[in-house]
């Protein structure tokens, strides 16, 4: 029982977040070469884009507040919902059936990390630890607008042609 306070909390929680955001970036290279429709793999590559960004994020976060340090732990969640996707890859044929399957695993990362930020953003909020509320707020919008655009490509294609 080594977290005995909001703060310490917090500190765990944005450790997850950088392991998390981590693997994505190991992630998302593969998961933009499986894809087959070229709206998807671009959609891939921009939030490997992005991700690198809310790695960035979580440093200027930590440095915002002088008092914490990001810790070396493995976000272990993140890891089982990237094998599930890995999972998916391995069982199905490059095509619309595989891109609407990767879609859903990849909404799955993205309701996870906002509810992951959107945890982190309060508690920074509770803290009082402004700068790093404003910081970590941005990633939260990024996160919700990839899984927005996740679904309209779900809508707009991919599930179409899946049928
Ligand atoms: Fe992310
Ligand atoms: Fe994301």
Do not use: W
Not at 41 to 49: N, P
Not at 155 to 162: E, I, Y
């Amino acid at each position: 029982m080594n977290i005995k306070s909001a703060n310490e909390l917090f500190v765990r929680l944005l450790s997850e977040a950088n392991s998390g955001e981590k693997q994505m970036t190991r992630a998302l290279p593969k998961m933009a070469r499986a894809a087959h429709d070229p709206k998807l793999v671009d959609a891939f590559k921009e939030h490997l884009e992005e991700t690198q960004g809310q790695l960035e994020r979580i440093e200027k976060a930590a440095d915002s507040i002088p008092e914490i340090r990001v810790k070396r732990i493995k976000c272990y969640a993140m890891e089982s919902l990237i094998e599930e996707g890995q999972e998916l890859i391995e069982s199905t044929e490059k095509g619309p059936v595989r891109d609407a399957g990767m879609i859903g695993a990849a909404q799955k990362v993205e309701h996870f990390e906002i509810a992951a930020y959107g945890t982190l953003c309060e508690l920074a909020e509770q803290l009082g630890y402004t700068k790093a509320k404003e910081i970590l707020a941005e990633t939260l919008k990024e996160e919700k607008a990839a899984d927005d655009k996740l679904s309209k490509l779900a809508k707009a294609d991919v599930n179409r042609k899946a049928g």
